[in-house]
Antibody
């Protein structure tokens, strides 16, 4: 069955770095675009970043541009999010989610991981 | 960014009730609208995509309608396992989510 498992979260001081991983199984990882979505009690669900199936295209929400880098290793079925210069407002549960398209080209997230908690605090 | 506004933010209902949640987009998004259910401590689960298409495995008591800027999610007969928070999400442009509607037991 399709599974996405995030790891790498933890407590980190402001200004430091953290790298999240998302390991996929049960499907052809290299055929799908994958997103990072985060969730905080205050701001709800927020899209963070997208990487195309082959890693050739990457997109970020404005608040993380220049600080976060998304990448993937299709040989290891793994997605990464390198988070640098972390801020307290980056505190959230981070989910990876698989993107799929309906017959009429509407994209949606059909599988999500269980999330990993990142806490940025001194 | 396209803003998504859900109403109500929360509601109380009883088992067997018909429940409707509304989602409004700040501009037209055609049918690029998806609905998710989330239970505490769990990841969101896809219920409806493209406005009205039921995701495989989701009970038929869930239905979605709408296009343009106004959308609804209806649960025809609320079951105990349906008490959760529901989110809409647009995929017309950079994904954005509604703030959520918490469905609680009356």
């Amino acid at each position: 069955q399709v599974q996405l498992v995030e790891s790498g979260g933890g407590v980190v001081q402001p200004g430091r770095s953290l790298r999240l991983s998302c390991t996929a199984s049960g499907f052809t990882f290299s055929a799908y675009a994958i997103h990072w979505v985060r969730q905080t009690p205050g701001k709800g669900l927020e899209w963070v970043s997208l990487i195309s199936y082959d890693g050739g295209n990457k997109y970020y929400t404005d608040s993380v541009k220049g600080r976060f880098t998304i990448s993937r290793d299709n040989s290891k079925n793994t997605l990464f999010l390198q988070m640098d210069s972390l801020r307290p407002e980056d505190t959230a549960v981070y989910y990876c989610a698989r993107e799929i398209y309906s017959g009429d080209s509407v994209s949606h997230f059909d599988y999500w991981g269980r999330g990993t908690l990142v806490t940025v605090s001194s | 960014d396209i803003q998504m506004t859900q109403s109500p933010s929360s509601l109380s209902a009883s088992v067997g009730d018909r429940v409707t949640i509304t989602c409004r987009a700040s501009q037209s998004i055609s049918r690029y609208l998806n609905w998710y259910q989330q239970k505490p401590g769990k990841a969101p689960k896809l219920l409806i995509y493209a406005g009205s298409s039921l995701q495989s495995g989701v009970p038929s008591r869930f239905s979605g309608r709408g296009s343009g800027t106004d959308f609804t999610l209806t649960i025809s007969s609320l079951q105990p396992e349906d008490f959760a928070t529901y989110y809409c999400q647009q995929s017309y442009s950079t994904p954005t989510f509604g703030q959520g509607t918490k469905v609680e037991i009356k």
